[in-house]
């Protein structure tokens, strides 16, 4: 697995989205190289290609991935798709409601919608409501500091 993803890496580097893209039946059934594309095609601000990436790889092939579905509906959001973004997360949340970075995602699609229309207190309540359960949610937290108490 090391060797694809090395080489993965080094396709990043030379080719453009749009190419990579062209081969996708190369890599899309791979977990590791289709993340690998969705965060590079994010970082370039291809929210589309992003989305196109992480839907086929988890409807087409049927990789069963939290993280690339987040995804999917992180690019919708982004795209300004807020209710297809807030149905896949909240399928997200059916299977696992304890998921801070979904529950954080769908706050911010609510906030999204918020500041589209500052008249909507629904959506801005409805916001605060989903981040407060992702803070809610214990975080394991390390203490650096010798003789604190946590």
Same mark, same amino acid.
């Given at each position: 697995?090391?060797k694809?993803? @090395?080489? #993965?890496? #080094?396709?990043?580097k030379?080719?453009?989205?749009?190419?990579?893209?062209?081969?996708r039946?190369?890599?899309? %059934?791979?977990?590791? %190289?289709? #993340?690998?594309?969705v *965060?590079?095609?994010?970082?370039?601000?291809?929210?589309?290609?992003?989305?196109d990436a992480?839907?086929? /790889?988890?409807?087409?092939?049927?990789?069963?991935?939290?993280? $690339?579905?987040?995804?999917?509906?992180? /690019?919708?959001?982004? $795209?300004? #798709?807020?209710?297809r973004?807030? @149905?896949i997360l *909240?399928?997200?949340?059916?299977?696992? !409601?304890?998921? %801070?970075?979904?529950?954080?995602?769908?706050?911010?699609?609510? *906030?999204?919608?918020w500041?589209?229309?500052?008249e909507?207190?629904?959506?801005?309540?409805? /916001?605060?409501?989903?981040?407060?359960? /992702?803070?809610?949610?214990?975080?394991?937290?390390?203490n650096?500091? !010798?003789?604190?108490?946590?």
């Open positions: 697995m090391g694809v993803v @090395a080489a #993965s890496d #080094s396709l990043d030379e080719k453009t989205l749009q190419e990579l893209w062209r081969h039946f190369d890599w899309v %059934r791979d977990v590791d %190289r289709t #993340s690998a594309f *965060k590079r095609a994010t970082r370039e601000g291809d929210f589309l290609m992003a989305y992480a839907r086929e /790889a988890v409807e087409e092939h049927r990789l069963e991935d939290v993280w $690339l579905r987040q995804q999917m509906a992180l /690019a919708l959001a982004q $795209l300004g #798709s807020t209710a973004a807030q @149905a *909240k399928s997200l949340l059916a299977l696992e !409601p304890a998921n %801070r970075e979904t529950l954080g995602l769908l706050g911010r699609t609510y *906030k999204d919608e500041h589209a229309d500052r909507n207190t629904k959506a801005r309540d409805s /916001a605060l409501e989903w981040y407060q359960r /992702a803070f809610a949610i214990a975080e394991i937290v390390v650096d500091f !010798p003789g604190e108490i946590e």
